[in-house]
């Protein structure tokens, strides 16, 4: 059966190659993307990719990611091997780093996905959340600057909204932290705003604050790959599907929302990727950018029975799922005004809960194990 997702998949295949051919005759930028082979930062790379702008330079752990990502991706651009390169690089390991940026001298703009990202575990071991994320970023910032690679686009999170007093949360909302994880991402920016101020002339930031990414490329083959217990909701109810999981938690049922759940903006990858082309796009046309937080969301709340009837639909049976009690620093609702991307990078989210769910699903339905094991679809 083929589907409205695996047709858009199939109409933008066939057009790609007559997308880059005929694309004006800039010169290829080299990109640095850490943390490229995890979720976001592996479909980030797919459309940097498909652009025919950009050389794409890989750095990564591979702690919670693995080569396989970037060889799909590979295989789903069709580029190049020159144009996608990757080397095993801890950011904060500052020798490590020095060589792969002397390697690839071409490299003058930097996507940093690079992190830990586990709010549950930020709490239990606050100074690895530190450690990691906040020294690899300084390390970061003093190679690049270093080298004068002033484009910077940074990985940030609504998380630095704390509890928001108004929606739909606006870039001007004060900002606070509720737990490390959030603190180290708050940290970060507050630190690239005073490297911007101490020398305007040295830096071009976009601080890119997403707010839950979910779904999966469009093919099936790239996707969320979380290991252990996912953190988040939607891999956890793909996994429960799947049946990799027995049941889903549902933690309240009593919010001050239409039927009772939390409600927050969740936002295809694929649509957050292109957020962070757009973005490169603008720093590259525009030196005068500064340093400027950017919400990237739909403007939409959807509550979390709302996304299990999503799934369901996808699948074509119900998602089990048990009512537990609240926990402790969720908000009923949170959810973006995403004005400023528009207005300011020309991009908005043009992919809705069906696409979400229905790409999420053919991902985790062809790979139950993840990366780890595929299953070959007969057509």
Same mark, same amino acid.
């Given at each position: ?233 939607? #891999?956890?109810? $793909? &996994?429960?599907?799947? *049946?990799?999981?027995?049941? +889903? ?6 919010? !001050? /929302? ?79 005004? #995403?004005?400023? $991307? &528009?207005?300011?990078? *020309?991009?908005?989210?043009? +992919? ?6 229905? !790409? /999420? ?19």
């Amino acid at each position: 059966m083929v589907t409205i997702s695996s047709f858009r998949y199939l109409i933008c295949s066939l057009l790609l190659p007559v997308a880059v051919a005929f694309a004006a005759p800039n010169p290829t930028r080299t990109v640095l993307v850490t943390g490229g082979a995890g979720y976001i930062g592996s479909h980030t790379c797919v459309e940097l990719l498909q652009t025919g702008k950009y050389n794409v330079v890989v750095v990564d752990t591979l702690d919670n990611s693995c080569m396989e990502s970037l060889e799909r991706v590979r295989e789903l651009t069709g580029c190049p091997k020159e144009s996608l390169a990757f080397r095993k690089c801890d950011i904060r390991d500052e020798e490590t780093l020095q060589s792969v940026l002397d390697e690839f001298p071409g490299i003058d703009s930097c996507i940093h996905f690079a992190g830990l990202k586990a709010v549950g575990e930020s709490v239990a071991n606050p100074l690895m959340y530190y450690d990691c994320n906040i020294g690899g970023t300084t390390t970061l910032l003093e190679n690049l600057s270093a080298r004068k690679i002033k484009n910077f686009v940074f990985s940030s999170s609504a998380t630095v909204y704390g509890d928001p007093e108004k929606l739909p949360i606006t870039e001007d909302s004060d900002l606070s932290a509720t737990n490390p994880y959030g603190r180290t991402k708050l940290f970060i920016e507050e630190i690239l705003r005073d490297c911007y101020a101490s020398n305007p002339e040295l830096w071009n930031i976009l601080i890119l604050r997403y707010f839950n990414p979910i779904g999966a490329h469009p093919s099936g083959r790239i996707g969320e790959d979380p290991q252990g217990i996912p953190n988040n909701l939607m #891999p956890f109810v $793909a &996994q429960v599907c799947v *049946g990799r999981r027995e049941k +889903l938690s549902v933690f309240g049922d009593d919010y !001050d /929302t239409p039927d009772g759940t939390g409600v927050r903006d969740y936002i295809h990858v694929v649509d957050l990727a292109k957020g962070h082309v757009a973005a490169l796009e603008k720093l590259y046309t525009d030196e005068s950018v500064g340093c400027e937080a950017v919400n990237l969301g739909t403007g939409k709340g959807v509550s979390v029975l709302e996304l299990v009837e999503g799934m369901a639909k996808a699948t074509g049976k119900p998602v089990p799922y048990e009512i537990s009690p609240r926990r402790p620093g969720d908000v009923a609702a949170v959810w973006a005004n #995403p004005d400023l $991307a &528009q207005n300011m990078l *020309g991009w908005k989210a043009e +992919l809705g809960i069906t696409e979400m769910c229905e !790409d /999420t699903w053919r991902w985790q339905s062809t790979n139950p194990m993840g990366y780890k094991e595929e299953i070959v679809v007969e057509n």
